[in-house]
């Protein structure tokens, strides 16, 4: 799913939780796990009670989900056209708005994802997440409810009305709750409903899958009704209408799940890996004066493996990021207590968590190929829709909601998805009996194609959309809405190419232990790209401003600006990116993919392909 159209954000979340969910899927509990669940005491006396998990607490969990996909996807799909119509922002405030929102919804996970690790446990994150979640919504509402927590409305021209900044402060409280909410919701969700099934069995294992697929089916329906009927309502019914369904979703979804309270296997915070990260680092910095020449394999903190947790592997050594062994190096023998644990883990670190550090920053090449394909996909959830509420979205009598360009990104790429793995794959499978998956690199490569080919083609589109409505003079172009379904399309395949394989590269080269991580780090570039897009907008406004005749960015209204030579200009940075990926970046996905051979790379990526 995709930055390409109006259902992106929420698809980036599935994807996050698809991250979670390989996490999940290969856990083995270890012989004391029994004390970290929460259950109620045996009873002889009593008549047995309904043993707590399973079926019985996950029909609460799904309905809960489903309610909240419902609101949050409500929200996303039509808020460009929200941000443009009802609080008269132009194209620049807006995408600095809508850019910032979105990076922080993919930023707060990781600090969800922390505190459910380490203090909270997913339960009350999920409690505190949904709440804050709904309260967004209920200010939302409000807002387009009250005419005065707006401007006044604007029929058309530049000579609109600025919202006041006491009335932007009420928006961007609705929306910080939102992405506080998003920080609980999307680390947390589908890893609780995992959680209430005992994996250490083959039924549990069985009865897992079968939740992720009750899970998926649930959330594509959401996704369908958000995107159709709800934004239907907020475009040309009521926003109040519209959004007000979303905060009632929230609500029904918060008071389904309390009501299952009684049937949950509830786990303890186990610990977070980031500490372990954010020690390596510390303590590396607090010994960078130690010199690691000759150092004997022995002058490292390597404690003997206790194999207690099977998805725990243990790390090998390596020469990688050498500054990075300096925080498991013993400096003096003191560091050490009677035990011959660290008396400071803070200045002490085992060999396993530096090397867990190593394979991180070893993400970061393939990462910044990441960013750059993002960024493109970026512009489909901003200009794009810009270019839809200026384009004539009449079919006969029916009007067409500019949210629901989005809907052709995602078909596009389920069609992808399920060309390749169930029509592709088999047949070629049949004619060569051997496996003939498209590499990470091949596919990566043809995403970023996509992305290049989507930013010349909304270019030309752009250009004679513009055209078009300078020669009838008015807002409107008379240029149909159906014009824009080829670049929102490719959006959804530069997605369904490079997206897909650039997650299921993290998840392939991080051990078990730290697929939470991989899903992390996965959304931690789209973060990254929304804010980076965000300083591209503005640098070229205010360049093209000063130095051209017409600016390439800015104002309401598309017809007096040159949007196409901005989308040329993004399609550059792509072709930019193709070059940096194929140079230099390619060679440490190569690198770590020989590093696990005969692992499961294959398998997995069939897995990651068909769960997305």
């Not at 390597?302 to 990688?320: F, G």
């Amino acid at each position: 799913m995709g930055k390409g159209g109006g259902g992106t954000e929420l698809r980036k979340a599935a994807e996050k939780e698809v991250g979670e969910m390989e996490n999940v899927l290969t856990k083995t509990s270890s012989s004391s796990a029994d004390s970290d669940i929460t259950r109620a005491p045996p009873n002889s006396l009593l008549p047995p009670k309904k043993e707590a998990g399973g079926w019985r607490s996950v029909k609460y969990i799904l309905g809960n989900e489903s309610f909240e996909k419902l609101a949050s996807m409500g929200l996303i799909a039509n808020l460009t056209v929200y941000l443009q119509t009802r609080f008269n922002m132009d194209g620049i405030q807006l995408v600095n708005v809508f850019n910032i929102w979105s990076g922080s919804t993919n930023v707060t996970p990781l600090l969800g994802a922390f505190l459910s690790d380490t203090y909270l446990g997913r339960f009350r994150t999920l409690i505190c997440g949904s709440t804050a979640s709904f309260l967004g919504m209920v200010v939302m509402s409000l807002i387009a409810g009250i005419p005065n927590l707006r401007p006044l409305r604007c029929t058309g021209g530049s000579n609109c009305q600025k919202p006041e900044f006491w009335q932007l402060g009420v928006l961007y409280l609705g929306l910080g709750l939102l992405a506080i909410g998003a920080g609980g919701v999307r680390p947390c969700n589908i890893a609780f409903g995992a959680d209430q099934f005992d994996t250490r069995t083959e039924k549990g294992r069985a009865q897992l899958e079968s939740f992720f697929n009750w899970w998926y089916f649930s959330f594509t329906v959401s996704l369908v009704i958000a995107l159709t009927v709800v934004v239907y309502v907020q475009t040309n019914v009521s926003w109040v209408i519209g959004y007000g369904i979303p905060a009632a979703c929230l609500f029904f979804s918060i008071v389904i799940f309390l009501i299952g309270k009684h049937t949950y296997i509830i786990t303890k915070p186990q610990g977070s890996v980031f500490v372990d990260m954010a020690k390596v680092i510390v303590a590396a910095c607090k010994k960078r004066a130690m010199s690691l020449e000759s150092t004997p394999e022995n002058s490292f903190y390597d404690p003997p493996w206790i194999e207690s947790d099977q998805r725990v592997t243990k790390l090998a050594h390596t020469n990688m990021f050498k500054f990075f062994d300096k925080a498991a190096l013993i400096a003096d023998p003191s560091e050490l207590d009677d035990k011959g644990l660290p008396k400071n883990s803070w200045r002490l670190c085992s060999v396993q968590q530096v090397e867990q550090l190593k394979l991180v920053v070893g993400l970061v090449p393939v990462w910044i190929t990441g960013i750059g394909c993002f960024i493109t996909m970026d512009q489909m959830n901003t200009f794009g829709l810009m270019q839809a509420i200026q384009s004539n979205n009449k079919i006969h009598n029916f009007k067409i909601p500019p949210g629901w360009m989005g809907l052709s990104s995602m078909i596009c790429l389920s069609t992808w998805i399920f060309i390749y793995e169930q029509i592709y794959l088999p047949y070629a499978k049949k004619r060569s009996k051997k496996n003939v998956r498209l590499t990470m690199r091949q596919r990566i490569n043809t995403g970023i194609v996509m992305a290049i080919l989507c930013m010349v083609v909304a270019g030309i589109v752009e250009k004679n959309r513009r055209e078009t409505a300078l020669k009838q003079g008015s807002l409107l172009s008379p240029q149909s809405i159906l014009l824009l379904l080829p670049q929102f399309s490719l959006s959804g395949l530069n997605e369904g190419f490079a997206a897909v394989a650039v997650m299921e590269y993290y998840t392939n080269h991080l051990p078990e232990s730290m697929r939470t991580l991989a899903g992390a780090i996965f959304f931690l570039s789209f973060s990254a790209s929304s804010y980076l897009n965000t300083v591209i907008v503005n640098v070229v406004h205010h360049v093209t401003e000063k130095l051209g005749k017409t600016p390439w960015l800015g104002g309401r209204d598309l017809n007096k600006v040159k949007l196409d030579n901005f989308y040329y200009l993004i399609a550059g940075l792509a072709l930019l990116n193709l070059l940096y990926f194929n140079l230099f970046s390619c060679r440490y996905l190569e690198k770590n993919a020989d590093k696990r051979p005969g692992s499961r790379h294959e398998d997995k990526g069939l897995e990651m392909n068909e769960n997305v």
